[in-house]
T-cell receptor
Framework: DTGVSQDPRHKITKRGQNVTFRCDPI?????LYWYRQTLGQGPEFLTY??????LEKSRLLSDRFSAERPKGSFSTLEIQRTEQGDSAMYLC?????WGVGHTEAFFGQGTRLTVV | AQTVTQSQPEMSVQEAETVTLSCTYD???????LFWYKQPPSRQMILVIR??????QNATENRFSVNFQKAAKSFSLKISDSQLGDAAMYFC??????????FGTGTRLQVTL
């Protein structure tokens, strides 16, 4: 297993377009998290899944954002009608067990989104 | 709400010397975990060290150690014998029972020869 992988690594899109990112966690990990990191800031929590169930969503996750983890394996994060303020690095992390407090969270390299 | 504050945007250390990165936090939870993550340029974030809040003993991982002051809500990272490969952004983070991480704004560490 090569760790958490994210695709694409970079995405440039025009304002108003829809984009979708994919995250493949470490195979046996049951929890998957999405974070957003803007320049000069630390990552901010967006949402997380335990298996296929989405257990929490941040208020940062507006109705233009949707995340899925259909079979409890990979996850997708879709942004509809992108805005320039959506430009950021989108990070995915996964853990095994109860969550980041109890076991280590492994991060992917992120998808850098630029909205022009 | 949980908050994590890193007041040092940038730090510099000479190779082989020791540096301490500061972090303060606030949480209303009694059961929580504290972390230091390292994010090298264009590479993924990796865990450096973690501390369970119920443990009084400070965590140590090779050249990395923490000074956990629970009453003061302080959690600093000490890097001994600094190496060029230690240059990165370092994030302090907190996880409570909600299992999500709350990060600080980061400290960029430069290591000079």
């Amino acid at each position: 297993d090569t760790g958490v992988s994210q695709d694409p690594r970079h995405k440039i899109t025009k304002r108003g377009q829809n984009v979708t990112f994919r995250c493949d966690p470490i195979s046996e990990h049951n929890r998957l998290y999405w974070y957003r990191q803007t320049l000069g800031q630390g990552p901010e929590f967006l949402t997380y899944f335990q298996n296929e169930a989405q257990l929490e969503k941040s208020r940062l996750l507006s109705d233009r954002f949707s995340a899925e983890r259909p079979k409890g394996s990979f996850s997708t994060l879709e942004i509809q009608r992108t805005e320039q303020g959506d430009s950021a690095m989108y990070l995915c992390a996964s853990t095994l067990g109860w969550g980041v407090g109890h076991t280590e969270a492994f991060f992917g390299q992120g998808t850098r989104l630029t909205v022009v | 709400a949980q908050t994590v504050t890193q007041s040092q945007p940038e730090m510099s250390v000479q190779e082989a010397e020791t540096v301490t990165l500061s972090c303060t936090y606030d949480t209303s939870e009694s059961d929580y975990y504290l972390f230091w993550y390292k994010q090298p340029p264009s590479r993924q974030m990796i865990l450096v060290i973690r501390q369970e809040a119920y443990k009084q003993q400070n965590a140590t991982e090779n050249r990395f150690s923490v000074n956990f002051q629970k009453a003061a809500k302080s959690f600093s990272l000490k890097i001994s014998d600094s190496q060029l490969g230690d240059a990165a952004m370092y994030f302090c983070a907190l996880a409570g029972t909600a299992s999500k991480l709350t990060f600080g704004t980061g400290t960029r560490l430069q290591v000079t020869l």
